[in-house]
């Protein structure tokens, strides 16, 4: 236990940080996290975004422009419930170091709240909203009116790199023909036309337009395996070319995920320009862990073709709002690099941590059956695995986190990591099944109050919050070799 002079200090130094993780991972490595009393820094991460303060959850609208990714996000700037939403914005070079910027897009006072959307870059200036010389920044995103309880689809346009917006006159581009659920807008350019992705009800509807303004309903897709009690969400249509191009179709629900809760299933298939045909014969889920929702990828990322950058809201909507963070609550996940391979009969997506990830390793050491830890919750395992192998972190407060692999099964157990209590779901055992037998790699990345779990090479992942009372001090292994390094 420490003392109550260390507590006091450990307070202030975390009040003079910049607390949007932003400041150096060599500044937040010489602060002590954890201690008896829950303050309001006490569950901040040192690399994942979190808003400096109040409520966050999708994110929204990002892109990649001049050397600096883009991030915004579902954001309430009067508490840390959820409200009526606004969207926040922040800017950073590596992904790990982040800059907030003010509220880019308020509500309207007709049309309503904002809720999620995205953006891409008019580079042709095809809407006429900007200039060739300075092409404008569309941002899709839903009205919500919350009288009427009617959702529309509305595009505001920046032409100063994406920190101001002003809204297009013609609001909304995509009147509600009728339904209650009727929203979260994904562009993309299939190659011919713009594509605006849409969640109804439990289906997935297509527009098309030439000019980012006038919009044309294409098809819907539902299919008999995805999710039937979870509203859909967040939907997003991936094109992945590597000498064939492959379509996946990514729907997030907001219930009855494998654990439990909010979670993200995938569809792959093909698009032939005006539908999305999916003949896949078992439902698959994007994350196992109960805790990453409403992902969806960067616009005009520096990657190849075949592959994605992709983030996600690091909670669920089972305890969101109950979890013992106050200032500010919810963080993103890390920035993945998502691809699609064939393994098997089937196509399947697969989850890295963004290479610059490795930048902010320093010390490394061999994974030994007892390990003493760094003190600070910051650290990533890299080893391969056999059939069965476990992990028990454990700290002096008496808490523990159990991390363990049968032949056919991955398991997170946070049931004794502190605060469980605060919902009576939080606790339950996660699994996750297994697609491969000779490839069991497995990176496991911790950050103060996270687990994101990559194994066989990324096919199977799993994302956890976890809170302990006290930062974990040993761990103990068995049936693993590999490589410790601290952050």
Request: aromatic fraction near 14%; charge should be negative.
């Amino acid at each position: 236990m420490m003392n109550t002079l260390r507590i006091l200090t450990s307070i202030c130094l975390l009040y003079t940080l910049n607390s949007c993780s932003n400041a150096s991972s060599k500044e937040l490595s010489d602060v002590t996290y954890f201690n008896t009393i829950d303050t309001a820094e006490a569950y901040r991460p040192m690399f994942h975004y979190t808003p400096k303060q109040n409520w966050m959850n999708d994110p929204n609208g990002m892109f990649y422009s001049d050397g600096k990714y883009h991030l915004y996000y579902q954001y309430y700037p009067e508490g840390n419930q959820w409200g009526p939403m606004h969207w926040g914005h922040s800017s950073s070079h590596d992904l790990y170091n982040w800059t907030e910027h003010d509220i880019a897009i308020y509500p309207d006072s007709v049309l309503g709240y904002i809720f999620s959307g995205s953006m891409v870059i008019d580079s042709n200036n095809l809407s006429g909203l900007g200039t060739k010389q300075n092409p404008p920044l569309i941002a899709m995103y839903t009205h919500h009116q919350s009288e009427t309880e009617l959702q529309y689809q509305s595009i505001s346009y920046s032409l100063d790199g994406g920190m101001t917006f002003s809204p297009y006159e013609g609001n909304p581009v995509i009147s509600n023909p009728g339904l209650k659920d009727f929203r979260d807008p994904k562009i993309v350019w299939d190659g011919r036309q713009w594509i605006s992705v849409l969640t109804v009800g439990q289906a997935v509807s297509f527009y098309a337009s030439q000019d980012l303004l006038h919009w044309e309903k294409l098809s819907e897709f539902q299919h008999p395996l995805g999710s039937q009690t979870g509203v859909w969400e967040c939907p997003e249509l991936l094109f992945f070319e590597d000498g064939n191009t492959k379509a996946i179709l990514i729907v997030s629900v907001g219930d009855q995920s494998p654990n439990g809760g909010s979670g993200t299933q995938y569809f792959t298939g093909k698009w032939d320009g005006t539908k999305f045909v999916s003949n896949q014969e078992d439902l698959k889920w994007l994350d196992y862990g109960r805790d990453n929702y409403a992902g969806v990828t960067w616009h005009n990322a520096p990657l190849n073709n075949d592959k994605k950058l992709f983030i996600g809201w690091m909670s669920n909507w089972k305890y969101a709002t109950k979890v013992p963070t106050y200032k500010w609550r919810s963080s993103m996940t890390i920035p993945r690099i998502v691809e699609c391979i064939h393994h098997g009969e089937h196509d399947y997506l697969v989850q890295k941590p963004h290479p610059n990830l490795k930048n902010l390793r320093k010390n490394q050491h061999p994974i030994q059956p007892v390990n003493t830890l760094n003190g600070s919750n910051t650290m990533e395992w890299l080893f391969d695995g056999g059939q069965d192998w476990s992990i028990t972190f454990s700290s002096d407060a008496g808490d523990t986190l159990n991390i363990y692999n049968t032949a056919d099964s991955v398991f997170i157990d946070r049931s004794l990591c502190g605060k469980v209590t605060f919902d009576e779901s939080f606790a339950q055992i996660q699994s996750a099944p297994k697609r491969k037998i000779q490839n069991q790699s497995v990176r496991l990345i911790m950050d103060v109050t996270s687990i994101e779990l990559f194994c066989e090479d990324g096919l199977t992942t799993m994302t956890s919050l976890i809170f302990p009372n006290e930062a974990f001090n040993v761990a103990t292994t068995e049936g693993i070799e590999g490589t410790i390094y601290d952050y």
